[in-house]
């Protein structure tokens, strides 16, 4: 059996990979397949934090079709050793971070103050043997989780394809000439493909660990594999705010941003689009920016400290909560299944504006209960202390990914940033660099609309807009959230509904 070859991008950036049907396919990376499939790579979503120490890649492999047809390749430097991550934890960094727009307050001529609380979300970013020799060292075989994993070197272009050929990878011709560049700079890969027996219901997100700092996404492998344009959504975990170094970088234009109260919808997407369009395609556009949004709790422009939503009854309420994504990560663990522990949530906005460094003092690779672990140094945080869930067990995943987010950075200068990208082909002739960015402020993902249209349909006696995109003190003070019997009856049940609410994280 031929192997299809999802082909992502070298350790400094993580990326998010589907490949199946041209409606279905996601991905992170090239995305590599026999020649008579038809596979379409058309998004992508990544997770990379950089510190002195170390460059961390997140990548979601989601992947449609024949599990045995299943096959990931990534250039990584040297050293690099690829982990397990969880599900939850691209749920909560995406849940957490993306836009919303809400509806300007309204002053109804004929009847109190009137402020919908009409929201939208952005939905806009929305087997057998692996080979044989030939020129190509094998610098590590293993398994992790439902995959079987080669670390391949060679100093010689052109034989690693050849390697992967003999082990049932499918190159395509387009793409023989990247991995050759790749390998003359250096890079070593990483293929993974699916164990016998497992399905691709069974696929988790992967983390590739490298050592040294490397703030690069390797967009040239990002084109293996791609459409005309590829979305791609990458969450930075740095200490400052970082944006692209040799890319156009933009912001959304929030004074035209307009609320349209007949299709209760924004016009934000219409923005978002023609700003990714700017500098023909090659833009990235930062979305969410803010200092220990980890940790602590995300402050928004519009609703203020609002607790992330895990999981809401059949009426929308919110059943459980959690205070700051880290959190919230360990939350969406418990409901995904992949852990039963949630002990170390407690500790963690203690650390939030903590100057001290974090360390793991476990070796790469390594169980945080390894006996290879050590100590770490005076003045510094031990990175178990952000886990959650049992490494000697079987069943139970260990919520590390946190852990792994903060090892060589300071806390309290850790910011979160989430970078937006609509790249024509062209763009992705060359790899992104990252950089701190020139201005070290925050980037709203809460927005207020500053005018709107159709608002007859609200106010059909005539209506007056309230100043600011948030409202003075005496606005809020006599504005409404529910003016009608019914919305007055609906607050009545949330209130008697949330009384039975379940605590957010169980103990």
Not at 165 to 194: C, H, K, M, Q, W
């Amino acid at each position: 059996m031929k192997t299809s070859l999802l082909a992502p991008l070298l350790l400094s950036a993580p990326l998010a990979l589907l490949c199946g049907t041209p409606s279905d396919a996601h991905a992170c990376g090239g995305c590599v397949v026999p020649p008579m499939t038809n596979t379409i790579v058309n998004a992508h979503r990544m997770a990379l934090s950089v510190s002195p120490k170390q460059t961390v890649l997140w990548d979601q492999i989601r992947y449609d079709g024949d599990p045995e047809s299943f096959g990931w390749l990534l250039p990584v430097k040297p050293g690099a050793v690829i982990e397990l991550s969880t599900d939850a934890w691209f749920e909560t960094l995406d849940a957490a971070t993306s836009t919303t727009v809400f509806a300007p307050p309204l002053n109804c001529n004929s009847g109190p103050d009137f402020d919908c609380g009409c929201a939208m979300s952005d939905a806009a970013g929305v087997g057998g043997e692996l080979g044989g020799n030939g020129g190509v060292t094998v610098v590590h075989r293993g398994t992790v989780g439902p995959f079987q994993t080669v670390t391949l070197s060679t100093q010689t272009p052109g034989v690693l394809d050849d390697w992967l050929t003999n082990a049932g990878y499918v190159i395509p011709e387009d793409s023989a000439p990247v991995i050759d560049a790749y390998v003359a700079e250096g890079f070593d890969f990483i293929a993974l493909r699916l164990q016998p027996g497992q399905g691709v219901q069974d696929m988790k997100p992967v983390r590739v660990v490298q050592p040294g700092i490397s703030p690069t996404l390797p967009l040239r492998m990002v084109a293996v594999g791609t459409g005309a344009n590829v979305d791609i959504t990458l969450f930075l975990i740095t200490e400052g705010r970082w944006a692209a170094k040799n890319f156009e970088n933009a912001l959304v234009p929030t004074d035209l941003v307009s609320w349209d109260f007949a299709t209760n919808s924004s016009n934000y997407a219409t923005l978002r689009e023609k700003v990714l369009a700017g500098s023909g395609g090659a833009t990235w556009l930062t979305t969410f920016a803010k200092p220990r949004a980890l940790l602590a709790p995300i402050r928004g422009a519009v609703r203020g400290n609002v607790p992330i939503t895990l999981e809401t009854d059949e009426f929308g309420f919110p059943l459980r909560t959690a205070d700051n994504i880290a959190a919230g990560y360990i939350g969406q663990g418990v409901l995904n299944e992949e852990t039963t522990d949630a002990v170390c949530v407690a500790a963690f906005t203690q650390f939030a504006s903590d100057t001290r460094m974090v360390s793991d003092p476990c070796p790469a690779g390594k169980p945080s209960n390894d006996p290879s672990c050590g100590e770490v140094a005076a003045g510094e945080i031990d990175a178990r202390v952000f886990e959650c869930g049992a490494a000697d067990t079987i069943t139970e995943t260990t919520m590390d990914d946190v852990a792994t987010a903060l090892t060589g950075l300071h806390p309290a200068d850790v910011w979160l940033t989430r970078l937006e990208a609509k790249l024509p082909r062209a763009a992705l002739a060359n790899d992104l660099e990252l950089e701190p960015a020139e201005h070290q402020v925050e980037v709203e993902h809460e927005i207020r609309a500053r005018s709107s249209t159709n608002v007859e349909s609200i106010c059909p006696s005539g209506v007056v807009l309230l100043p600011g995109s948030k409202g003075s003190d005496q606005d809020r003070g006599t504005r409404l959230v529910l003016v009608t019997t019914l919305g007055a009856g609906l607050l009545a049940f949330a209130r008697r509904r949330l009384r039975g609410v379940r605590s957010p994280l169980p103990a």
